[in-house]
Every structure is written in C-alpha cells, then in structure tokens.
C-alpha cells in the first residue's frame, strides 16, 4: 500500500487520546476492520504491500504495527511456506533471525499461525510477533516489530489491536 487511506491518517493525527487507546477504522477498501492505538503515524515504505502500516513515532526508535493481505485468487496458502518466505526475507537483509515460539491463533474468526522472533542486528536486537491468517479469500500477515525494551507493552497493545479484527 503506498499510504493510508486519507481516512484513517486524519483519525490517527487527531486522536488526542493516549497511545493505548485505539481508534476505529473502517476503510472499506480493507478486507477487514480495525483499531489502532490513536496518535500513531501512518507509514511508506515503498513497498506496494496493501494494507496499513502505523508506527508509534516519526523517527526510531518507533514500535511498528503492518496489517497486510494479499489475495489468494483460489490458490491454496500454505502458512509454513509463506513463514520460510519471510524469514528468508529478513535474513537475506544481513540480520539474524532466531525464531522463540510459534502457536496456532486465530483472531477475527480466521485461522492462523503466530511465530515470535528475536532480530539481532548490528544496531541492537529487536522483537517481532508475526501472524499469518489464511482467509477464504485473502492471507494475512500482521507484525508488531520493536526493541526489547519495549516489546512486552507493545505487544500487548498488539494483543488488543488482533482482538478488534472483524474480516469481511
């Protein structure tokens, strides 16, 4: 996606509500509804990826929340491959990726698969919590990606962010 729904930049830039309070968005053009921690920023990063892409602030350190889709168009998904994919991904970047759990989950009714993973690069370590959802018509995949410091309170903002998923 190459920016957010103008939308949805507006609720998130006028949300005066603290960063744990979540804002509704329904953007008809998602396969899904959402809330988001107001006074998040919409994020570019050039990719195309559709979907929405919010980060705590405009310079790093920033925590990140991606909630991307991808249509299926009829092909089966399977979530182990689209999981080596994107590790592949991150450790063809140069980082090294150490996966520390992996669970099924199933968040707005959609079955899935959610890894955690320790990032060590050489600027530090970070800690992302990956869902991948397998959809009747879409797959998903939705990351929290932030420092260890922080990474137990955001990833309980991102616990609260999957609970208010509803898929159309």
Do not use: C
Request: glycine share 10%; hydrophobic share 45%.
């Amino acid at each position: 996606m190459n920016a957010l729904p103008s939308l949805l930049l507006a609720a998130l830039l006028v949300s005066t509500a603290g960063a744990q309070d979540l804002v509704a968005v329904n953007d008809p053009k998602l396969p899904f509804t959402v809330s988001l921690p107001g006074g998040w920023l919409g994020a570019d990063f050039g990719d195309k990826a559709a979907g929405l892409s919010v980060v705590s602030a405009k310079a790093p350190p920033a925590s990140l929340i991606r909630l991307l889709y991808t249509a299926k168009n009829g092909v089966a998904a399977d979530l182990n491959t689209e999981f080596r994919k994107f590790e592949a991904g991150v450790v063809s970047s140069g980082v090294t990726l150490k996966q520390q759990s992996s669970m099924a989950a199933k968040y707005g009714g959609v079955s899935g698969q959610e890894r955690q993973y320790l990032l060590m690069h050489p600027g530090g370590q970070l800690r992302m919590r990956v869902w991948y959802g397998n959809g009747a018509k879409n797959l998903y995949s939705f990351q929290l990606t932030d420092s260890s410091a922080r990474y137990a309170q955001a990833s309980a903002l991102f616990s609260k962010v999957l609970a208010s998923l509803r898929f159309r």
